[in-house]
């Protein structure tokens, strides 16, 4: 048995009070920064807020209404600002699907904080100072590729920035420098496994032994396809731009779902239509507010994520509580016919057959009066033989087994592989065309 390894033990493992306590510090020096921003400034004093000392116990943040995305657009581009202009050293910008932005600045603590959140990420999977770390996440205004970048370097590992695409030349790099960890989408990671054989390679020519998957969901059942494939061991990382990036929260070597660093973050989960609060192993959004942010201070943060948090502790020794993995966001669901489906769901039906190569679609149509699903899936070309038969068989074998699982009836087509559009960051997995561009 491997035995965990920890960046900061002391706070990794502090017990539940010590973190309590930390918190709440976090928590009165977040709202005094966050007074210092018009936007929070003008809602926190209309509920009585007016200084920190207002914080008097944790159960105090109960009463700060929700922050959302829209406020984070409204407040475009300095209403959430609590330092002045030089003491900011960058920012990262999102763009979103309605394509209004959203900004987060960091100053120089902010970036020293976020880089030891990542190392603690890091050194709990297992990885350190020995191993060569590819990073094929995209740099720049997107968090993803400088991240974990810090992170990385701060543990010593050698550290590869080739960013997002190009998979020869990730392929090349992984061969030349022995590349032993590397942090991509999960849909990325497939993409480079299908593409070995064009290369000449097979997993046991590259000596990658993890992946940090994370920046979309996707399914145990991915993961596992992914680890077998590859013959690595793939970690799940969770992260959004709005709480830094990946960082966030991240499996250690026990692969039992995702430390959230409480110290440096405060998680409640809530009913996405109502908003009343959940309690532990409940599913619901993920609210996040930040306790070691100086230039934006987030309070109450509707992430849009689901999940719940995990009662119980975990075999490593860390104290700070899990997260599941991530379902999807409330607004992925798709309503077909009446009925909820979770584009999770039928991933992960997917990729737990055997023969289902490594990209897939979701497209949602209307016909007449009802809607029509459609599941493209690519498979591996040792099925496409001549074989109508077999191949007619195994559509039906696909479509029976996503019956069982989202209740619905799906048109399902095969494709060869390379046959769908592959995606060199997030992927677009759902097209609903069923009023205008969704999803
Ligand atoms: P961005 O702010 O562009 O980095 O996007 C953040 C969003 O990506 C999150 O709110 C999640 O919806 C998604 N995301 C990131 N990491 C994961 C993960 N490990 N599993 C599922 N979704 C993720
Ligand atoms: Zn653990």
Redesign the pocket.
Known sequence: MVEPEFWNREIETAPAEKIREVQLEGLRRTVAAALRTRFYHRRLKEIGFTSPEDIRSLDDLKRIPFTTKSDLREAYPDGLLAVERDDVVRLHT?SGTTGTPTVIYHTRSDLEHWTELTARCITATGAGRRDVFQNMMTYGL???GLGLHYGAELVGMLVIPVGGGNTRRQLKLMRDFRTTVVHATPSYMLHIYSRLEAENLTPQDLSLRKAF??????SESTRRKIEGLMGIDCY???????MN?PGVAFECIFKDD?HVWEDAYIVEVIDPASGDLLGEDEEGELVMTTLQREATPLLRYR???LTRIRSGVCACGRSHRRIA??KG?SDDMLIINGVNVYPSQVESVLMRIPEVGTNYQIVVTKEGALDRLTVKTEIYSKMFTGDAAALEALRGRIRELLKAEILVGAVVELHEPGGLPVYEG?ARRVFDERVGEQG
């Open positions: 999102s997107f968090t993803g998957l994370g920046a979309e969901a996707y799940n990382s969770y992260g959004l731009s709005e990036g995702m992430t849009g994520d993995r991530i966001r997030k």
